[in-house]
């Protein structure tokens, strides 16, 4: 398939190089440039712009909010404008319920497909093609670029035609990871001042009753206060803690762990965090502990 990928961040740049792994004629467009060299010298196309990124039979975004997505979709230089009617644009940055619907809306107004695919697994599984996709979309385009999916991901969970369904289902899985480091966070800060060691903690953890990835993962970092450089960074945790609060006010439904979660990634922005993974909200169990001063 002949594929734009927009979007070339720790997530983007993996996903590019697997497409073109797989045998797709891949052209990239990236916001700086030198991101865009990286991946040409891997044999993508280099585009200068969004619209050079877009004559093929699908444009990928990967980029980190809904402002990013939004500055490149719509307006006179962007996909929506520069697509033909035959091209999907998959959206598999984690964006809003409200903007996952915009983009259909307006994808729909112009004659063109639009299918929302945010993927779980962090930027090791994007270069490793083991991201989980959960994808949304009309089934005959969903099927279409199912190539796509299968090149960059382990397996892939369609999940309904309304495509914001999947932005909903990813920001429900992050706000559940959420809790899992800011639980683990806690959990080890106690123990820890308690004076066991953290990484046996762990151990006992993912070898009894905790062994799913999130554990192991969250458990790693979390224990080794491992929190840069940042696969996953403190502004985007926010963003979607964020996301998520705002689909459930949508909806009506209380999330009371999220709104504390919020606050968690507020205080660690505010005190300097951004440069740090999302996991390092766990330091900041141990500084009320008063077993570390978390140095953002
Ligand atoms: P990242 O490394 O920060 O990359 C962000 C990308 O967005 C870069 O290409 C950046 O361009 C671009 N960008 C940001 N603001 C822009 C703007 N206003 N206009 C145009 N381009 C803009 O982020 P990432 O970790 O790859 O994450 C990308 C998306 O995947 C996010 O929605 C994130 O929530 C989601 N996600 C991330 C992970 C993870 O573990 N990292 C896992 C699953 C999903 P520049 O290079 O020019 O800055």
């Given amino acids: 398939m002949r594929i734009g990928v927009i979007g070339l961040g720790n997530m983007g740049a993996g996903i590019a190089a697997n497409l073109i792994k797989a045998g797709h004629e891949v052209t990239v467009y990236n916001r700086s440039r030198p991101k865009v060299d990286a991946l040409a010298a891997q044999g993508a196309q280099a585009a200068d712009t969004v619209a050079d990124a877009c004559g093929g039979d699908v444009v990928l975004t990967m980029l980190a909010d809904d402002a990013a997505v939004a500055g490149v979709t719509f307006g006179d230089e962007g996909i929506i404008a520069s697509s033909v009617s035959d091209t999907v644009h998959i959206s598999s940055s984690t964006i809003s319920v409200a903007m996952s619907q915009r983009l259909t809306e307006a994808h729909g107004a112009a004659g063109q497909k639009f299918v929302a695919a945010p993927v779980f697994g962090r930027p090791e599984a994007a270069a490793a093609a083991k991201l989980f996709v959960v994808a949304a979309g009309p089934a005959a385009t969903v099927s279409a670029v199912t190539p796509v999916f299968d090149a960059i991901g382990q397996r892939t969970f369609v999940v309904a035609e309304d495509p914001s369904a999947a932005n909903l289902v990813k920001l429900s899985g992050n706000f559940l990871i959420g809790s899992v480091i800011e639980s683990l966070g806690e959990a080890m800060a106690l123990v820890a001042k308690g004076g066991v060691d953290r990484h046996q903690y762990l151990d006992i953890l993912t070898s009894t009753l905790f062994s799913a990835p999130v554990y192991k993962t969250y458990g790693g970092l979390i224990a080794n206060e491992q929190f840069e450089p940042a696969g996953f960074a403190a502004p985007?945790?926010?963003?979607?803690?964020?996301?998520?609060?705002?689909?459930?006010?949508?909806?009506?439904?209380?999330?009371?762990?999220?709104s504390l979660l919020r606050d968690r990634f507020l205080r660690l922005l505010a005190e300097g965090g951004e440069q740090l993974d999302w996991s390092a909200i766990s330091s900041l169990a141990a500084a009320d502990a008063g077993t570390s001063d978390h140095s953002a």
Avoid: T, W
């Fill in 236 to 258: 985007l945790g926010h963003k979607d803690i964020g996301l998520v609060l705002s689909a459930a006010e949508e909806l009506r439904v209380p999330l009371p762990i999220a």
